[in-house]
């Protein structure tokens, strides 16, 4: 007989698929009844539990889209840029992105995206995140407030975790929906770097000529 208590207190988050409940010992029945609204535990996604109750944290829940999504997958958006140490605005969803061939799709809270560049994860507590660039784009063009979204692209920026060039780069190299803001934003913000960067590149008039 599985020992439930140490199960539970061995789970990160308290976050766990059934199969692997099942591998575990645990009864489709035992998992049934304790999933029960007067249950100790509850179903957070489709195949996955949260071994409590209450109302799931955050983090509980981005580990059940982890678990929900399987292998390959890669937390993006806001979730990954405070997952990065970036302090932005978090909206109700989460976002992961999958390999296009892959056929989950989205549930609940969770916003699930089909990519054929699947970014190459950064491993952060446990958690698969997309690269900050990647993360700021794929926030960026869900992001329907121009105040918000001018701030979404300031904020990595800002804590020197990517450069105005890299979002560039990324807004090109990725989906077209949902851009024309970005954009049109990243062009702004990028004068004034090309403004700066000319001053220095250009030499002074009159330097060199002898004149006092």
Known sequence: MTDLVELVRSVPDGVIRTVELRAAGVSNYAVSARCRPSGPWQRVLP???????????????????????????????????????????????????????????????????????????VWRDGLPLA???????????????????HALLRAPVEAGACGIDELAAELAAGSQRGTAAPRALLAELWLPVLVRQLALDVPHVGAGTGRA
Do not use: N, W
């Open 47 to 121: 195949g996955v539990v949260l071994m409590s109750t209450g109302t799931p944290t955050r983090r509980q829940r981005l580990r059940a889209a982890v678990a929900y999504a399987g292998a390959g997958c890669v937390l993006s958006g806001a979730d990954a840029l405070r997952g990065h140490g970036i302090d932005v605005p978090l909206g109700p969803d989460v976002l992961v992105l999958l390999p296009a061939e892959r056929r989950a799709v989205s549930r609940s809270y969770l916003t699930v995206e089909r990519t054929t560049r699947p970014p190459e994860p």
């Open 131 to 149: 690269p900050v660039a990647r993360a700021t784009i794929d926030a960026a063009r869900r992001e329907r407030d121009r105040g918000r979204l």
